[in-house]
């Protein structure tokens, strides 16, 4: 089985994360980026599912040069190759392009039978690109998924939306998981040193027959017209409880009429 | 006026109040029509009417249920090529934002999610970063799909006599790949959904598990019950409860925080609450700088006697 986990690299969310003032960008330069932390339960279910069968677990990751460290971080945890899709013309690509692209890339790869990915990236944290693939590449589409099993060729999947649901689909399809379904591994050593020896594809959009005039800032089908830092809320009142503190509560809700 | 197209969240016809809410933003950009797929429209009629619906697009059937919802995308899409909508409203949760995905690709058309406001020439407002920014964008390609989030307007009714129109309902065996074999409904608690609660009490590490105190805070103040991601991953509280990053954005009237230090991957989750009180021992707990109202105390002692004067002061 042929197993693509995409991967995201994103501005640390414990960090001072901003925007680009020219062109209302998310800035990946000025903060340090990560794997997104939801991406590591995809790449942990990919590798659960090669622990146990014949799987070949492929990372791919679209960005900039710094990108290479989210493909980079799944080999140690154990992806067997990664691909790498890089070109300037890519920078400020809404979801529409973005799906364009790794669709053209999946397909690219040929015979995919599974694609897993996080329930949102940690940045722009739309949920929208996996469901776009599926809808691009014709596969089943199964998104919020706490827990994943395989038999007879079908993926059976408990999906954890506003309801539970039991849900089945054929191969190929699209699967992106919660941090619910496993516990990502961390990279052993042995793991980190393995990863420096696996084989990393760079595609750029020609490589992909993408016209590069289709994707990127211009091309992008909504625009930001504007970005605010918003204020830090000022802090309020803060009392130390005397024995009184669960009064003082109820004297506040009450002053603001919510009660 | 061009029509705005609005996707009816329901079950078996109960219109869940989100619906009335972008009915409600509907109204400021062009014409309201509600877009029905599933069953039980006779019970959602009376609801799409008053608050405004023009037009009801009716889509009757019990396929829908069958399968997740990409024979929603797939028949929304088909409803919109005729009739040309300036927009499609969807609610912002999981279902909604496949469906937006599927369509913005169906369409050829720009999608903004996680709208908390959309203006009548169709410029959406997001919260983004964690709250840290807020962000206006626009869509610029075909029609604007926007997904907006649970109480972004206070939904006000405005009584119509809505035309309906029956959609004939055939769907691709493309949209019926992935098959719903169970569906198990959330146990009822008799408390009001998570993401569209006025008020809501969440409870932390610092409950220790103890989560008594903070139902009962809910109960009184007639709010919806959270949990951050630490009480979560220790088993205390269902994940269907969880404000945060990877659990429910929350932004109700009142966000009341109890043994919570307030983690970034937290406060994504609340930050937008309109008005915060904390309750935490620890007085150096990050969450308070946000506080609008805050104790430093042990909130076993503080909600209960909070509970109980708030039981007094109602009478």
Known sequence: MKIVVLVKHVPDAAADRGFNESDHTTDRAGVDGILSELDEYAVEEALKLSDSGEADVIAVTMGPDGALDAIKRSLQMGAASGVHVVDDALHGSDAVATSKVLAAAISKLGDVNLVLTGMASTDGGMSVVPAMLAERLGFAHIGFVGELGFADGKVSARRDADVTETVEASLPAVVSVTDQINEPRYPSFKGIMAAKKKPVETWSLADLGVDAGSVGLSAAWSVVEAVTARPERTQGEIVTDEGDGGVKVAEYLAGQKFI | ?315
Not at chain 2, 214 to 227: H, K, Y
Request: glycine share 10%.
């Open chain 2, 1 to 315: 006026m061009a029509e705005i197209l609005v996707l009816v969240d329901h079950v078996d016809g109960a219109v869940r109040k989100t619906t009335t809410e972008l009915l409600t933003i509907a109204r400021r950009i062009g014409e309201p029509a509600a877009v029905f797929l599933g069953s039980g429209y006779e019970a959602a009629r009376d609801t799409l009417a008053r608050f405004g619906a023009v037009k009801v697009y009716v889509a009757e059937s019990p396929e829908f249920d069958d399968y997740l919802v990409a024979p929603h995308a797939e028949v929304l899409a088909q409803i919109a090529s005729t009739a040309q909508p300036s927009a499609v409203l969807v609610t912002s949760n999981p279902d909604g934002k496949e469906i937006a995905g599927r369509l913005a690709v169906k369409l050829e058309s720009g999608v903004i999610t996680d709208a908390v406001d959309v203006d009548s020439d169709l410029t959406t407002t997001q919260s983004v970063f964690a709250g840290g920014y807020t962000v206006n964008a626009r869509v610029t390609q075909g029609t604007a799909i926007i997904t907006v989030k649970p109480n972004a307007v206070t939904p006000e009714p405005a009584e119509t006599t809505p035309v309906e129109e029956k959609v004939a309902v055939t769907i691709s065996d493309a949209a019926k790949r992935a098959k719903v074999v169970a569906r198990t409904a959330r146990a009822a608690t008799g408390r009001p959904e998570l993401t569209e609660a006025a008020i809501v009490v969440s409870g932390g590490r610092g409950t220790g598990g103890e989560f008594g105190p903070v139902e009962a805070l809910a109960d009184a103040l007639g709010g919806a019950v959270g949990a951050s991601r630490a009480a979560v991953d220790s088993g205390w509280y269902p994940h269907s409860h969880q404000v945060g990053q990877t659990g429910k954005t929350v932004s109700p009237q009142l966000y009341i925080a109890a043994g919570i230090s307030g983690a970034i991957q937290h406060r994504a989750g609340m930050q937008t609450s309109k008005t915060i009180v904390v309750v935490n021992k620890d007085a150096e707990a990050p969450i308070f700088s946000m506080a609008d109202f805050g104790v430093v105390g042990d909130l076993h002692t503080v909600l209960r006697q909070a509970t109980e004067e708030i039981e007094k002061r109602k009478g």
